[in-house]
T-cell receptor, first 116, second 114 residues
Framework: GAVVSQHPSWVICKSGTSVKIECRSL??????MFWYRQFPKQSLMLMAT?????????EQGVEKDKFLINHASLTLSTLTVTSAHPEDSSFYIC????????????FGNGTRLTVT | AQSVAQPEDQVNVAEGNPLTVKCTYS??????LFWYVQYPNRGLQFLLK??????LVKGSYGFEAEFNKSQTSFHLKKPSALVSDSALYFC????????????FGTGTRLQVFP
């Protein structure tokens, strides 16, 4: 079945540095990918919609200069957390869907970011 | 606005007993509803979806869900729970028919005791 690979699975970084998270669709092409953020014991909050070849669409309240999204190919979207701070520590999950009608979203295994 | 509610933070059930995880929705128009499961430190795995057709939807791992339009509910069910079913379950609704944007419920932690 369709697989979405997310890398790294976890990362620890110092405050002020930037971290890049990759999301790849391994066996299908995805013109659209989604980035979610999940706080401990909470639901997933949609951060942005990543569109191949164009700018991402950010949800209200999400800083686009803070969370840079690049979707340069049909199989890769990246989320860069710039100048990370401890409050950015969270679980970040990407998702993508095959092009077949009514196929479901497939999720990556997530990236746990810890900013010290 | 579209929304889903999962009224129970946690559901406890003994292994072998039937389980139900509740979900109610609020949408304008026809609902597109989903159930996902999340294991610790992992992404979400798709279980099943309702788009149209039969109200009883069968999904992965023996799970099923019943769409009830009059009660605006989409409860997840399984006839006989397994300890390995213990996980976090999310109900979700598609924002519009022509988008993949999903709104998730707050999640229900299912604990199956041996």
């Amino acid at each position: 079945g369709a697989v979405v690979s997310q890398h790294p699975s976890w990362v620890i970084c110092k405050s002020g540095t930037s971290v890049k998270i990759e999301c790849r669709s391994l066996d299908f092409q995805a013109t659209t990918m989604f980035w979610y953020r999940q706080f401990p014991k909470q639901s997933l909050m949609l951060m942005a919609t990543s569109n191949e070849g164009s700018k991402a669409t950010y949800e209200q309240g999400v800083e686009k200069d803070k969370f840079l999204i690049n979707h340069a190919s049909l199989t890769l979207s990246t989320l860069t957390v710039t100048s990370a701070h401890p409050e950015d520590s969270s679980f970040y999950i990407c998702s993508a869907r095959e092009s077949a009608l009514n196929s479901p979203l497939h999720f990556g295994n997530g990236t746990r970011l810890t900013v010290t | 606005a579209q929304s889903v509610a999962q009224p129970e933070d946690q559901v406890n059930v003994a292994e072998g007993n039937p389980l139900t995880v509740k979900c109610t929705y609020s949408v304008s128009g026809n609902p597109y509803l989903f159930w996902y499961v999340q294991y610790p430190n992992r992404g979400l795995q798709f279980l099943l979806k309702y788009i149209t057709g039969d109200n009883l939807v069968k999904g992965s791992y023996g799970f099923e869900a019943e769409f009830n339009k009059s009660q605006t509910s989409f409860h997840l069910k399984k006839p006989s729970a397994l300890v390995s079913d213990s996980a976090l379950y999310f109900c979700a609704v598609r924002v519009r028919y022509n988008t993949d944007k999903l709104i998730f419920g707050t999640g229900t932690r299912l604990q199956v005791f041996p």
